[in-house]
């Protein structure tokens, strides 16, 4: 199967620009899925295979769509593969999925479907380094609120050194 997205986009360049998402899936002769996520820009901009939550994600879909389970939670029965197609040629960054992390993977995403319709506010995470709309969103209003609770004067939580292990990684969030 292949799956492609094709959008117009004049985005902040003011001219028209096309944006085109390849993603295809096959299965190998050992029963292994291989879901590949084709580039044409540049690698940097992309999280790499081994972190990488959108090539987990058609993972989990395409393996739930085609029924494909492991025995155990060691089995590999994935492999996810972004391929960067360049003028030299096609670099592959990939590797292997078991069924023990395509559960904790579906676990993982069922929780924060429950957090979500229960509510909850997003939480601050290593992906709000990347994220456009971090200057609007709440999580980081908590944390502004969560740092003046701490100490009275935000400045001085800034320059003190911290308490313990959550004040420390709620400065270090905020420097």
């Given at each position: 199967?292949?799956?492609?997205?094709?959008?117009?986009?004049?985005?902040?360049?003011?001219?028209?620009?096309?944006?085109?998402a390849?993603?295809?899936e096959?299965?190998?002769?050992?029963?292994?899925?291989?879901?590949?996520?084709?580039?044409?820009?540049?690698?940097?901009?992309?999280?790499?295979?081994?972190?990488?939550?959108?090539?987990?994600?058609?993972?989990?879909?395409?393996?739930?769509?085609?029924?494909?389970?492991?025995?155990?939670?060691?089995?590999?029965?994935?492999?996810?593969?972004?391929?960067?197609?360049?003028?030299?040629?096609?670099?592959?960054?990939?590797?292997?999925?078991?069924?023990?992390?395509?559960?904790?993977?579906a676990?993982?995403?069922?929780?924060?479907?429950?957090?979500?319709?229960?509510?909850?506010?997003?939480?601050?995470?290593?992906?709000c380094?990347?994220?456009?709309?971090?200057?609007?969103?709440?999580?980081?209003?908590?944390?502004w609120?969560?740092?003046?609770?701490?100490?009275?004067?935000?400045?001085?939580?800034?320059?003190?050194?911290?308490?313990?292990?959550?004040?420390?990684?709620?400065?270090?969030?905020?420097?």
């Open positions: 199967m292949m799956f492609i997205g094709l959008a117009p986009s004049p985005a902040e360049t003011g001219r028209a620009v096309a944006a085109l390849v993603t295809t096959e299965e190998r002769a050992d029963g292994v899925l291989v879901v590949a996520d084709w580039k044409f820009g540049r690698k940097d901009q992309v999280e790499p295979a081994e972190e990488n939550c959108q090539l987990l994600f058609l993972a989990l879909a395409f393996a739930t769509a085609l029924g494909i389970a492991g025995s155990s939670a060691a089995v590999v029965v994935a492999r996810i593969e972004l391929r960067f197609v360049g003028e030299d040629g096609v670099y592959v960054d990939g590797r292997n999925v078991t069924w023990g992390e395509l559960c904790a993977f676990d993982e995403l069922g929780a924060l479907a429950e957090r979500i319709d229960a509510g909850a506010q997003p939480k601050i995470s290593h992906a380094g990347k994220c456009p709309s971090k200057a609007r969103c709440p999580a980081w209003d908590g944390l609120l969560s740092i003046v609770e701490q100490n009275r004067h935000a400045s001085d939580a800034l320059l003190a050194p911290p308490t313990g292990v959550e004040s420390a990684r709620l400065m270090h969030f905020a420097a």
